[in-house]
């Protein structure tokens, strides 16, 4: 028989506990969004049942079709690439938003955050390692992007978002933790902004990541199994 859903979230505690520990920082000064993305309802309902709180999306289509399906009392949290023509949407769906990545889409989400009557919590994605593959901004492109979002009366900008390169040493992703860390103190300073958020670290790498200061790790495949859509990852 397969291993439950319980025990897949025990093991993954446990680590995350380990690694808090090495790291000297409180198991609840990291938080576990649990990346949902592909999965039914039931599954969802099922994660619910056993105590997680924030779910993680990479697509608002998908997540519009099933939030309305899935328990009330969850957060929710877009974790992949955002469209600007799904801002609007995203803006309606989402608790906290983690791939910011331009200042169009900063004035898109201000626009739909202000419609809807709410604040939005933001996240800017850096892309730390310079691939060409992934999204985010470059490391000096992220100043001018925060100053805007800081300008927007319906958004708060809460810190930073990373995806390091996939390796499967996971040891190999720590020096981007670190860069995206680094990037953040300096910022702070700078700008004058908590940024307390560091969304940084999945499945593979999410261990570097909080001894490295993530505040948030975005977990898919320990606690749900391999998705059967792979080529899915941070698609809008
Ligand atoms: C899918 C996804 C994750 C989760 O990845 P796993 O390796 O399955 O844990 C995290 N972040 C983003 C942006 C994703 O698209």
């Known amino acids: 028989m397969s291993e ?9 505690e446990e680590r995350i506990a380990a690694a808090c520990g090495r790291a000297g920082r409180p198991r609840d000064a990291v938080t576990l969004v649990a990346v949902s993305k592909t999965h ?4 969802i309902v099922e994660a619910a049942a056993l105590g997680l709180r924030v779910f ?6 998908e997540a519009r079709a099933k939030i309305p399906q899935c328990p009330s009392q969850l957060t929710w949290h877009l974790v992949g690439h955002l469209q600007s023509n799904k801002a609007r949407l995203a803006a309606q769906l989402f608790d906290t938003i983690h791939s910011v990545d331009s200042e169009k889409l900063v004035r898109l989400l201000d626009a739909a955050a202000e419609e809807a009557g709410r604040t939005l919590n933001i996240l800017l994605e850096v892309n730390v390692s310079g691939e060409a593959s992934k999204f985010g901004l470059r490391p000096d492109a992220v100043r001018p992007v925060l100053d805007a979002a800081n300008a927007c009366p319906r958004l708060v900008v809460r810190g930073l978002m990373t995806m390091a390169p996939f390796a499967p040493d996971p040891e190999k992703a720590r020096p981007y933790f670190a860069l995206l860390r ?4 300096r910022l702070a ?5 908590p940024l307390e958020e560091l969304s940084m670290g ?3 790498d999410f261990e570097p990541a909080i001894e490295e200061g993530a505040t948030m790790i975005r977990i898919g495949t320990m606690l749900f199994g391999e998705r059967r859509r792979p080529s899915d990852d941070e698609s809008a």
């Open 189 to 193: 300073v700078e700008s004058g902004t």
């Open 182 to 185: 680094d990037l953040r103190d």
């Open 40 to 43: 039914p309802p039931e599954t």
């Open 4 to 12: 439950s859903m319980a025990d897949r979230l025990a093991r993954l």
């Open 56 to 61: 993680g999306e990479n697509k608002v289509q």
């Open 202 to 204: 999945m499945s593979g």
